[in-house]
């Protein structure tokens, strides 16, 4: 992302969302690996705890991308499972 910290704009704050920011975020649903290599699970968690609504759907040991395999049954039971919060949320 160019994150160098050359200007204020790329620094890793000026892209990441205070305390106060997430507590004004909508409805979420998180999803998450425990393996990811991109995103911590620790990150997700985070954020999933901070949020004032947020439902967290953790997969076990799969990469970051997991839901892009259909025909795993993780990926798709998360996929299931958000769109049966989606239709909550209605």
Do not use: C, N
Not at 25 to 46: C, H, Y
Not at 65 to 74: I, K, Y
Not at 76 to 84: I, N, R, S, T
């Amino acid at each position: 992302m160019g994150l160098d910290a050359s200007t204020p704009e790329r620094t890793p704050m000026a892209w990441s969302l205070t305390t106060e920011d997430i507590a004004t975020l909508p409805p979420l649903f998180v999803a998450a690996s425990s393996g990811d290599e991109d995103v911590p699970l620790r990150i997700s968690k985070t954020l999933a705890r901070l949020a004032p609504h947020a439902v967290m759907k953790t997969v076990y040991f799969l990469p970051h991308d997991f839901d892009r395999d259909v025909t795993d049954p993780a990926g798709m039971q998360v996929y299931q499972q958000a769109l049966a919060w989606m239709a909550q949320q209605g």
